[in-house]
């Protein structure tokens, strides 16, 4: 159980498009979804936190314009990349918890997203 | 803040060699700890958690010791195998807020040889 997926896996886009990531939890109602953003061989860094019908609380120095967020519903949460330069190229994942406060997160495979 | 240090590697080792990967920690009040790897490719999957002082998580031949008295987390295995390369993190929650968000340390890559 606890299974999150993430669409696509690989996105290639070119500079100046937006190109929308999908995060589903597919046996569980997430009240909660992260989104994080690792850069080679580095650590997770967290964007944003969404819970459901509310708006997404971004980190500081994360630029909300930028980066969309949307959860409109309990299995699904999206991430909206506008505009996008070769720097946001990087490896996007997100994750889901349940209950409401838990501490416990279930990770999606991730999104390669390449801009050229 | 929250943070969370973890040593750097990479780690080579022989399979069948003892593993421990350290993971010291600091924050506020009494943070779950967790243990997620990652293997090439993929997204993050959880190997094992603590969520209080003594607590020993343990999954799959790896434990953790949750060790208030040092802040402590390490990562241990008795015989590792080549399946386990992959890149190991130390996290911690602090349960604070509506969202108990994780703080990463910067990830140890474990490499296992023949």
């Known amino acids: 159980g606890a299974v999150v997926s993430q669409h696509p896996s690989w996105v290639i886009c070119k500079s100046g498009t937006s190109v929308k990531i999908e995060c589903r939890s597919l046996?569980?109602?997430?009240?909660?979804m992260f989104w994080y953003r690792q850069f080679p061989k580095q650590s997770l860094m967290l964007m944003a936190t969404?819970?459901?019908?509310?708006?997404?609380?971004?980190e500081q120095g994360v630029e909300k314009d930028k980066f969309l967020i949307n959860h409109a519903s309990l299995t699904l949460s999206t991430l909206t990349v506008t505009s996008a330069h070769p720097e946001d190229s990087s490896f996007y994942i997100c994750?889901?918890?349940?209950?409401?406060?838990?501490?416990?997160?279930?990770f999606g495979p991730g999104t390669r997203l390449t801009v050229t | 803040g929250n943070s969370v240090t973890q040593m750097e590697g990479p780690v080579t080792l022989s399979e069948e060699a003892f593993l421990t990967i350290n993971c010291t920690y600091t924050a506020t009040g009494y943070p779950s700890l967790f243990w997620y790897v990652q293997y090439p490719g993929e997204g993050l999957q959880l190997l094992l958690k603590a969520t209080k002082a003594d607590d020993k998580g343990s999954n799959k031949g790896f434990e953790a010791t949750y060790r208030k008295e040092t802040t402590s987390f390490h990562l241990e295995k008795g015989s590792v195998q080549v399946s386990d390369s992959a890149v190991y993190f130390c996290a911690l929650s602090d349960h604070t807020g509506t969202a108990s968000k994780l703080t990463f340390g910067t990830g140890t890559r474990l490499q296992v040889t023949l």
């Open positions: 969404s819970n459901e019908g509310s708006k997404a609380t971004y």
């Open positions: 994750s889901a918890s349940f209950p409401l406060g838990s501490y416990e997160q279930y």
């Open positions: 046996d569980f109602q997430a009240t909660t």
